[in-house]
């Protein structure tokens, strides 16, 4: 069983930056590919990133590639979501959520979720 509670959302300017971060419960975090997703009002769930068990490979939708970070420190059972530049239809509630494998984009693999935290960007 894996626990995740994200935190680090808020209010933006267009062109500004914000870190997520989603802290994990349980000794076998390392375990688990990360990925965080987003659901903006009225849409699907999306992908965002992913990153591997060990964090040595990592995965971006086309939408944020070149925009953001994603990271993990398994000492502390955390994985960070660095956004930069952010423009209005980054505004969703992202979530992060655990895959008992290395890496995957497909939220059909993800077992445990967060609540989410929500960002909102302002023009």
């Known amino acids: 069983q894996v626990q995740l509670v994200e935190s680090g959302g808020g209010l933006v300017q267009a062109g500004g930056s914000l870190r997520l971060s989603c802290a994990a419960s349980g000794r076998t975090f390392s375990r688990y590919g990360v990925g965080w997703f987003r659901q903006a009002p009225g849409k699907v769930r999306e992908f965002v990133a992913a990153i591997s068990r060990s964090g040595g490979s990592t995965d971006y939708a086309d939408s944020v590639k070149g925009r953001s970070t994603i990271s993990r420190d398994n000492a502390k059972n955390t994985v960070y979501l660095q956004m930069n530049n952010l423009n209005p239809e980054d505004t969703a509630v992202y979530y992060c959520?655990?895959?008992?494998?290395?890496?995957?984009?497909?939220?059909?693999?993800?077992?445990?979720w967060g609540q989410g935290t929500q960002v909102t960007v302002s023009s």
């Open positions: 959520a655990a895959a008992p494998v290395v890496l995957t984009t497909i939220r059909a693999g993800y077992e445990f």
